[in-house]
């Protein structure tokens, strides 16, 4: 099993940024997908950014996040990381890190197996 730990979370002003960390440790397949998802108050879960592992770290994007947050990998640390710029009130929820057993680009919920415990971001007006 995959474990997945986040930090990084804290308050910021609208505008400002942060780099949220996931460290993963355990067995997985040998080719897997990275994500982020987030949870506002009385929102859905959804699904943020993601990144294959080792096939080429190919990345996919939120809509509202594209072009403000970039996901990327470090796969000597076995972490993935979030950095979020210009962040809005908007972006405010629990940020969760999760894994997927396919190599392959993956951005539906159910296709994630494993997760974090998730960390808060809250950002001011």
């Known amino acids: 099993q995959v474990q997945l730990e986040e930090s990084g979370g804290g308050l910021v002003q609208a505008g400002g940024s942060l780099r949220l960390s996931c460290v993963a440790s355990?067995?997985?397949?040998?080719?897997?997908?990275m994500g982020w998802f987030r949870q506002g108050p009385g929102k859905e879960r959804e699904f943020v950014a993601a990144?294959?592992?080792?096939?080429?770290?190919?990345?996919d994007y939120a809509g509202s996040v594209k072009g403000r947050f970039t996901i990327s990998r470090d796969n000597t640390r076995n972490t993935v990381y979030l950095q979020m710029n210009s962040l809005k009130p908007e972006d405010t929820a629990v940020y969760y890190c999760?894994?997927?057993?396919?190599?392959?680009?993956?951005?539906?919920?159910?296709?994630?197996?494993?997760w974090g415990q998730g960390t808060q971001v809250t950002v001011s007006s």
């Open positions: 999760a894994a997927a057993d396919n190599g392959h680009l993956v951005v539906t919920i159910t296709d994630y197996a494993y």
């Open positions: 355990g067995r997985a397949n040998s080719d897997y997908t």
């Open positions: 990144i294959s592992w080792w096939s080429g770290g190919s990345t």
